[in-house]
């Protein structure tokens, strides 16, 4: 009954081939790759890149409506939140969250379509996320041709930044990363806000938020079942870090890190936890935790977002370029 509920608490039920339907639709937006002299407002500009025929994963590429000429920009690849099994890059609140970046930074940005669960479980949003990590490689190299918004980007300032579901992608994929020669591309950054990260032991602000508005407890579980492979807990190294596994050799050779929670949020103690973890292995690591606000805030109250521009804004343009990563 409590899987029920929550599965109409989210707006999706099961179709017989065992996909979903995603009922609740936040609005979608096409990409705007002309400047239109009618909209005075916009702020940056977009265009759609496929990555992969076969797993529909894509690129929404996003520059400044006018770019420098005389400096090249840090490149931040983006992943959306969603819990992994909502949204998409073209949700307006992730493509304007994008413009802004885009355009604030500023940067030349690559958001990234990646596969949803349970249709497709994790890892198959990391393998997404990695194979974005590659396609800017072989843009760099250019070897098959560049696409002309890459010029504006400096490739030896990469940054990955995600939120939600997204900032534990960003994490993964940036471990995985590890294991190849990514030259000529450097990634300098980890960017996490509010990252979905969990356990099976409760942590004080779950307990203490369980009933939270935006992401009760009992919601978190039922999309962790979700997205989880089959059989496996929540101390699997996908929603727990600290569980190490795999991970643990590879964990000192991350870049630097951005993390940003809210004690509102009843994720925040897990990105607490990770702050911990990173330092502990001698990770670079500037956090904030936030009084108050709750889980997607900035998607939310423009003040809030505002703040979250500048902090990583500043995060991304004060990271020295490194050449040993």
Same mark, same amino acid.
């Given at each position: ?21 995603? +009922? ?13 002299? %009618?909209?005075?407002? @916009? ?10 025929? &076969?797993?529909? *994963? ?22 959306? $939140? $969603? ?15 994008? !413009? ?6 500023? #940067? ?10 349970? +249709? &497709? ?9 990695? !194979? ?7 843009? #760099? ?11 504006? *980007?400096? /490739?030896?300032?990469? /940054?990955?930044?995600?939120?939600? #579901? ?21 990634? @300098? ?41 089959? !059989? ?7 929603? &727990? ?18 993390? %940003? ?26 956090? @904030? ?11 939310? &109250?423009?003040?809030? *977002? ?20």
């Amino acid at each position: 009954m409590l899987r029920l509920h929550t599965f109409k608490v989210l707006g999706i039920k099961w179709n017989s081939d065992g996909s979903l339907e995603r +009922e609740i639709q936040i609005p979608t937006v096409n990409a705007t790759p002309f400047a239109d002299p %009618k909209h005075h407002t @916009q702020v940056a500009l977009s265009t759609d890149i496929q990555l992969s025929p &076969n797993s529909g *994963a894509y690129i929404r590429l996003y520059i400044p409506v006018n770019p420098p000429t005389d400096k090249k920009l840090p490149l931040v690849i983006y992943l959306h $939140g $969603g819990d992994f099994v909502l949204f998409s890059v073209s949700t307006v609140v992730f493509h304007e969250f994008c !413009n802004n970046i885009a355009a604030q930074f500023p #940067a030349v940005v690559a958001s990234v379509e990646y596969r949803l669960a349970p +249709e &497709n479980r994790l890892p198959e949003a990391y393998e997404d996320a990695l !194979n974005a990590i590659f396609w800017v490689q072989s843009q #760099a190299q250019g070897a098959f041709g560049r696409d002309p918004w890459l010029d504006y *980007a400096d /490739f030896s300032r990469v /940054f990955l930044m995600g939120s939600g #579901a997204g900032a534990n992608i960003v994490y993964h994929a940036a471990i995985r990363a590890l294991d190849f020669d990514l030259r000529p591309i450097r990634i @300098q950054g980890i960017l996490m806000n509010q990252p979905f990260f969990g356990g099976v032991q409760r942590t004080p602000s779950e307990i203490r938020l369980i009933e939270d508005a935006y992401v009760p407890l009992y919601v978190c579980d039922v999309l962790w079942s979700l997205a989880l492979p089959p !059989n496996v807990d929540r101390d699997h190294e996908f929603c &727990n870090p600290l569980s190490g596994d795999s991970y643990v050799g590879r964990v000192p050779r991350l870049p630097r890190f951005f993390i %940003k929670g809210d004690e509102g949020d009843p994720l925040v103690d897990r990105a607490t936890q990770l702050v911990q973890l990173l330092q502990s292995y001698g990770v670079p690591v500037v956090y @904030q935790f936030n009084q108050g606000g709750y889980h997607g805030i900035e998607l939310l &109250n423009e003040t809030e *977002a505002q703040y979250l521009y500048s902090a990583m804004r500043d995060f991304v343009y004060s990271t020295r370029v490194t050449e040993d990563i």
